[in-house]
C-alpha cells in the first residue's frame, strides 16, 4: 500500500512543481483560438539561453521533489521511483516531440532527471 501511495502522492506533487514553475516563470502570447504548442512553437524562434532556464528547471526541480516525496513516503521500494521517474522521461519525450528545441536543451532536459533518478534509485534503504 505505501508504494501505490507514494507513487500516487510523488507524481502529483512532482508534477505540480513542475507546472508551477512553467505558469509563474513562462509567458507565452497567445491569440485567440491558438492551439498552445503552435503558440509555444512560434515564441521559441526569438528564446535565448536563459528563456530555456525555466522549463530546464521546472523539469529537473519536478523530477527531483515527485522523488523526494516518494521516498520520503516508501523507503524501502524502488517501484515508485521507476515508475514517477519514467513518467517524466516519457513527459519529456513526448514534449520534444511537440516543441521541438536545441540540442543542447534535449540533452540536458534528459541528463539531469536521469541522474536525479539514478540517485534516488540508490538511496533505497535496506530491510
Not at 505505501?2 to 505558469?23: E, P
Not at 521516498?71 to 521517474?85: A, D, F, Q, W
Request: glycine share 8%; charged share 15%.
Amino acid at each position: 500500500m505505501r508504494k501505490v501511495l507514494a507513487t500516487i502522492i510523488g507524481f502529483i506533487v512532482g508534477n505540480a512543481v513542475n507546472f508551477g514553475i512553467i505558469n509563474m516563470g513562462m509567458s507565452v502570447p497567445m491569440k485567440e483560438g491558438q492551439d498552445p504548442y503552435e503558440a509555444i512553437n512560434e515564441a521559441m524562434k526569438d528564446f535565448t539561453t536563459m528563456d530555456f532556464m525555466v522549463p530546464l528547471a521546472a523539469h529537473v526541480l519536478g523530477v527531483f521533489v515527485g522523488l523526494f516525496v516518494a521516498r520520503l513516503i516508501c523507503k524501502t521500494s524502488n517501484v515508485p521511483i521507476y515508475i514517477i521517474g519514467g513518467l517524466h522521461l516519457l513527459g519529456t519525450i513526448v514534449n520534444w516531440i511537440w516543441i521541438p528545441a536545441p540540442t543542447w536543451f534535449m540533452a540536458i532536459d534528459l541528463g539531469l532527471p536521469i541522474l536525479i533518478i539514478i540517485y534516488f534509485l540508490r538511496t533505497k534503504k535496506r530491510k
